[in-house]
């Protein structure tokens, strides 16, 4: 399928797919995830429409924790949302992030991964920020490239709304983020046919109203408490063939390969790392040259990080 091309950089591709899929983005800025929510207003105030026929209705908070707070009424709201964030902003999300997941809301934080500071602050890229989240709840799908993050952030959020969990879909700051390269975009008009409307009516339908009033965010004892958290995994469960099946659509129309897991290099490898993010790029030319002169060597890219399909690697 023919795309059009544009020259931009990580930030701006999510930008570009997560404005499709979103009804209300709640953001607070931080480096170097900003330019997503800045593209995201800037895109919003023209008076751009998402898949849905709607301009996005951004709503700037006053602190990280705060749009994380705003994402989690929003979805409960009914509205399908998005936050960008990184490092320490990540970390202050993290208490709606186990409430977000437990009521199996369908949202995307899109993150560029970056340092968590410790002793200083560092601003450049590493995955501290977002191993911090494993336990949450969140589906975890990472990306290795600009076109990567293009190609594969559909499926963030096609598979959070079939799949009723959300997704954390991260690719490394700076490094991915700001990284400007050509790349072949999507056309909304194909995002839109990808996605499965009747799972969109089903969530809005769940929506908080005072016409029918629902109570949640009780209290619960010990044995009421764990049976919920239980029934949670039939979700995680079946969530990878969601992400296989929207996997499978991309392959079909930009005639990729992506899958859970991918294998590159020589059939035979005596030697095969496993890694995830921007490192895989530079892999690929190292395992080129290596492969070349005799050896055999190969690399496992992870797509999918979380839930963890040890049957698929």
């Not at 006053?62 to 490092?87: D, N, R």
């Amino acid at each position: 399928m023919p795309r059009a091309k544009q020259t931009m950089d990580g930030n701006t591709a999510a930008a570009h797919v997560a404005y499709a899929y979103t009804d209300v983005a709640a953001i607070y800025p931080i480096t170097p995830s900003s330019p997503m929510a800045d593209s995201v207003d800037q895109w919003s105030a023209a008076g751009q429409k998402n898949i849905f026929g709607n301009q996005v209705k951004v709503v700037e908070m006053e602190s990280e924790a705060g749009a994380a707070g705003a994402v989690h009424g929003s979805l409960g709201a009914g509205a399908v949302t998005t936050t960008f964030t990184a490092s320490q902003g990540l970390l202050l999300m993290i208490p709606n992030m186990y409430k977000i997941a437990a009521e199996q809301l369908p949202c995307v934080f899109d993150v560029s991964a970056r340092t968590v500071a410790t002793q200083s602050l560092n601003i450049f890229g590493d995955h501290s920020d977002v191993m911090a989240c494993r336990q949450t709840g969140f589906a975890m799908l990472v990306e290795s490239s600009v076109q990567e993050v293009m190609d594969l952030s559909p499926v963030a959020h096609l598979a959070a709304i079939e799949g009723r969990v959300p997704f954390l879909n991260f690719f490394d700051g700076f490094r991915t983020s700001h990284e400007y390269q050509k790349i072949e975009k999507w056309d909304y008009a194909d995002l839109k046919e990808m996605c499965n409307m009747k799972a969109v009516e089903e969530f809005r339908a769940k929506a908080l109203n005072p016409e029918h009033p629902k109570m949640r965010g009780s209290h619960e004892n010990g044995d009421v408490f764990f049976q919920h958290r239980e029934a949670c995994n039939s979700a995680y469960d079946a969530l990878p063939a969601v992400v296989e099946k929207y996997m499978a659509k991309i392959n079909e129309k930009l005639g990729t390969n992506y899958d859970l897991f991918n294998y590159y290099g020589a059939p035979d490898a005596d030697r095969v790392m496993i890694a995830m993010g921007s490192v895989c790029d530079v892999a690929d030319e190292v395992i080129d040259y290596l492969n070349a002169k005799g050896e055999k060597v190969g690399i496992v890219k992870v797509r999918l990080y979380r839930p963890w399909v040890s049957s698929a690697l």
